[in-house]
């Protein structure tokens, strides 16, 4: 599996999570939306931080290096604003404006990984890529809630 692909199916899953809580006024549903976008996003920086993006830097070119590294940045300003987010109200004031600009900084990060580092990423070998895209998508599936062992620990696949 290209692992692009992969991570390219999950930036439209939130895509479409942050339209679905823009088009609501319901506190429940906000609150709910939020909760499932921060679940989506903790799981889709875990296998890039672990995975996609140690491949991308043994590339070994400055690009790749510097486009990692400023990921790495990002994704620490999301995890800040993902820490504030049970504090938001969702029936609050500020609830609106704080979705914001938390779309429009997963939106600026989305659109440079698609349009730089997926490029760089395409230069890595076929089999390579092939086996990035397995490990990736195990991940994402050894966390899914039917993926759960009895006793609600998730099942570890092997390697």
Not at 144 to 159: T, V
Request: no cysteine; aromatic share 4%.
């Amino acid at each position: 599996m290209d692992p692009t692909k992969l991570l390219k199916k999950q930036h439209r899953e939130v895509e479409s999570l942050f339209k679905r809580i823009d088009k609501t006024d319901d506190p429940d549903d906000r609150r709910e939306l939020m909760q499932e976008i921060a679940r989506t996003l903790e799981l889709h920086m875990k296998i890039e931080e672990e995975i996609f993006y140690p491949a991308v830097k043994e590339l070994g070119s400055r690009k790749a290096e510097a486009l990692v590294m400023e990921s790495f940045e990002e994704h620490g300003v999301v995890k800040l604003v993902m820490r504030q987010l049970p504090e938001v109200d969702p029936s609050g004031e500020r609830f609106e404006a704080k979705m914001t600009v938390f779309q429009e900084l997963i939106e600026h990060h989305v659109e440079e990984e698609e349009k730089e580092m997926f490029k760089l990423a395409q230069k890595l070998p076929e089999e390579e890529l092939e086996e990035l895209g397995e490990r990736m998508l195990a991940e994402v599936e050894a966390t899914k809630p039917e993926a759960a062992q009895p006793g609600g620990k998730p099942r570890r696949r092997a390697a």
